[in-house]
């Protein structure tokens, strides 16, 4: 039986079969932002959990970083391997709350997954996931959506249901997957970080895409 974020596979496949991407190309600044403070190099070891179709994973591929983009979705998998056919071997599908990969990272980054989650032992098994994989000195990014204040959930098993949405790019208006969502205040954010066993280095607001309100965090290993 599916698990219900993996609604987000039949969302993708009911948006590509129209020929259209669910989400744009530009990539979240955030991620740039961090390496650039954090000074993740090309001699670093990184990891993108939730690589959708793949907008942060191109520009990274592209300037030759060592990434390994991951999702839960076997079809934005395809999807990324189809668009990118000369580094398909660097996409690959992952379910980081039952799955564990044999090495760890120095950047792992993570947007607009946590917040796909809503039960908290899911919530703290993706925290975990980057905890445990990340080496020593390495950095998280966790981006997901919130204005901080606002906490608000929907029912997981309305998840599969079909909705009316209008898409962003086309302004079509179709039938997808509800999919599933947990936004949470910034006060329940740090202290899901920190039960994780995770360092809160910054914890901030930032923006992404066509969401205007959006939290991120960057950690480290708990020692």
């Not at 993108?48 to 060592?66: K, S, W, Y």
């Not at 208006?173 to 994780?196: K, Q």
């Not at 607001?205 to 066509?210: P, Q, R």
């Amino acid at each position: 039986m599916k698990k219900y974020y993996e609604a987000y596979d039949l969302r993708y496949r009911q948006t590509h079969e129209r020929g259209l991407e669910w989400f744009g190309r530009e990539p979240t600044a955030a991620v740039g932002q961090t390496m650039k403070r954090y000074a993740i190099g090309k001699e670093a070891k990184l990891l993108e959990i939730g690589c959708g179709e793949g907008r942060d994973a191109a520009v990274l591929l592209e300037n030759g970083f060592d990434l390994l983009a991951t999702d839960v979705s076997p079809r934005a998998v395809d999807f990324c391997r189809a668009r990118f056919p000369q580094w398909a071997e660097r996409f690959q599908v992952l379910d980081c709350l039952r799955e564990a990969l044999p090495c760890r990272f120095d950047l792992i980054y993570a947007i607009a997954v946590l917040h796909m989650l809503v039960p908290d032992e899911d919530r703290q098994a993706m925290l975990g996931f980057v905890r445990e994989h990340l080496t020593r000195n390495g950095v998280g990014l966790i981006v997901v959506m919130g204005d901080g204040e606002t906490q608000r959930a929907t029912e997981v098993d309305r998840a599969f249901d079909l909705q009316e949405r209008c898409h962003e790019q086309s302004g079509q208006v179709f039938s997808v997957a509800a999919t599933s969502c947990r936004v949470v205040s910034r006060e329940t954010f740090r202290a899901e970080l920190l039960r994780a066993g995770l360092t809160v280095e910054e914890l901030g607001d930032t923006a992404w895409d066509d969401v205007p309100a959006a939290m991120y965090a960057v950690v480290k290993r708990g020692e």
